[in-house]
């Protein structure tokens, strides 16, 4: 099923059935839709081949084939063909129910308690407001025992030798090679990892977290004349791209740090627990603008 959003000036594709995703988010010119997202096929049942899907009920790698919390080891499987550890929970790779909708707005909803201990139930919703794309993700527990969650949001860009990226942070997480964080560094004025001003993305591969991030951010194509400024409710970024060979790159508002669930304490890298009936929302806004 795929669902169109058209305020005049967005348009915004959406298939439910392929984890909730966005297919297309384009800006409407009198030359036609120019694509904002990375774009995809309406046809395309693989997430990662889209623009952007939701990140629920945590965000990107678990190590050690699971985690333990309150005295519990919670069992975690591999999730996708190439990739030794579970990524990004099971809602990007579920059928979500339309809740809601009209030209310009579309609630969904999905319930999942197969991946103990999450027990949950999500709602996920996009609306065009003039130059804007308000995405909102929450989570409710529904499980008698209490879990850790985070939130998160995939999308997909374009990338061209012109791109810059703003999006000031703190510091950043070194990974080893199953991208799970060694270490974590201050960045400073000198780092090429330091996009406190408008810069280009590093030339080699990139997937690493960012964190102290203010929750705002800047996307700049000069050769298009575009602009779009990310706002979100957290303070952490994943920046993902292969290398200066792609054709796209990923910059995801998170809630948590990767691999939370190891840490001393999973609560300070992000993660949010939740009792039964608790709830926990996302919010981040996609704003287009001229260069």
Same mark, same amino acid.
């Given at each position: 099923?795929?669902?169109?959003?058209?305020?005049?000036?967005?348009?915004?594709?959406?298939?439910?059935?392929?984890?909730?995703?966005?297919?297309?988010?384009?800006?409407?010119?009198?030359?036609?839709?120019?694509?904002?997202?990375?774009?995809?096929?309406?046809?395309?049942?693989?997430?990662?081949?889209?623009?952007?899907?939701?990140?629920?009920?945590?965000?990107?790698?678990?190590?050690?084939?699971?985690?333990?919390?309150?005295?519990?080891?919670?069992?975690?499987?591999?999730?996708?063909?190439?990739?030794?550890?579970?990524?990004?929970?099971?809602?990007?790779?579920?059928?979500?129910?339309?809740?809601?909708?009209?030209?310009?707005?579309?609630?969904?909803?999905?319930?999942?308690?197969?991946?103990?201990?999450?027990?949950?139930?999500?709602?996920?919703?996009?609306?065009?407001?003039?130059?804007?794309?308000?995405?909102?993700?929450?989570?409710?527990?529904?499980?008698?025992?209490?879990?850790?969650?985070?939130?998160?949001?995939?999308?997909?860009?374009?990338?061209?030798?012109?791109? &810059?990226?703003?999006?000031?942070?703190?510091?950043?997480?070194?990974?080893?090679?199953?991208?799970?964080?060694?270490?974590?560094? &201050?960045?400073?004025?000198?780092?090429?990892?330091?996009?406190?001003?408008?810069?280009?993305?590093?030339?080699?591969?990139?997937?690493?977290?960012?964190?102290?991030?203010?929750?705002?951010?800047?996307?700049?194509?000069?050769?298009?004349?575009?602009?779009?400024?990310?706002?979100?409710?957290?303070?952490?970024?994943?920046?993902?791209?292969?290398?200066?060979?792609?054709?796209?790159?990923?910059?995801?508002?998170?809630?948590?740090?990767?691999?939370?669930?190891?840490?001393?304490?999973?609560?300070?890298?992000?993660?949010?627990?939740?009792?039964?009936?608790?709830?926990?929302?996302?919010?981040?806004?996609?704003?287009?603008?001229?260069?």
């Amino acid at each position: 099923m795929i669902i169109t959003l058209d305020n005049g000036t967005l348009r915004l594709t959406v298939n439910p059935d392929v984890g909730g995703a966005v297919v297309r988010f384009d800006r409407l010119t009198e030359h036609g839709p120019e694509p904002v997202m990375r774009p995809g096929s309406e046809d395309e049942s693989d997430p990662n081949r889209l623009a952007m899907y939701p990140l629920v009920p945590w965000s990107n790698r678990i190590g050690g084939g699971g985690f333990a919390w309150r005295g519990q080891f919670n069992s975690l499987e591999p999730n996708l063909p190439g990739e030794a550890l579970p990524i990004h929970g099971d809602g990007w790779q579920r059928a979500w129910q339309v809740v809601e909708q009209d030209d310009v707005q579309l609630r969904l909803g999905l319930r999942s308690s197969h991946q103990p201990p999450f027990d949950y139930r999500a709602e996920l919703s996009y609306c065009l407001e003039a130059n804007a794309l308000e995405v909102r993700l929450a989570i409710t527990h529904l499980g008698d025992t209490p879990a850790l969650y985070g939130l998160g949001l995939h999308p997909w860009f374009p990338r061209s030798a012109e791109v &810059r990226l703003e999006a000031s942070a703190e510091g950043v997480w070194e990974v080893d090679s199953a991208q799970l964080p060694t270490e974590w560094r &201050r960045l400073d004025a000198a780092d090429p990892w330091n996009f406190v001003l408008p810069a280009p993305l590093p030339s080699d591969r990139i997937d690493n977290l960012f964190s102290g991030w203010g929750g705002r951010a800047v996307l700049r194509w000069p050769e298009r004349g575009m602009a779009l400024g990310v706002y979100a409710n957290t303070s952490r970024y994943l920046l993902f791209s292969p290398g200066s060979e792609a054709d796209f790159f990923c910059f995801e508002p998170v809630s948590h740090d990767v691999d939370a669930y190891h840490f001393d304490d999973p609560q300070r890298h992000g993660l949010v627990e939740l009792g039964k009936g608790e709830r926990h929302l996302m919010c981040c806004r996609f704003c287009l603008a001229g260069q």
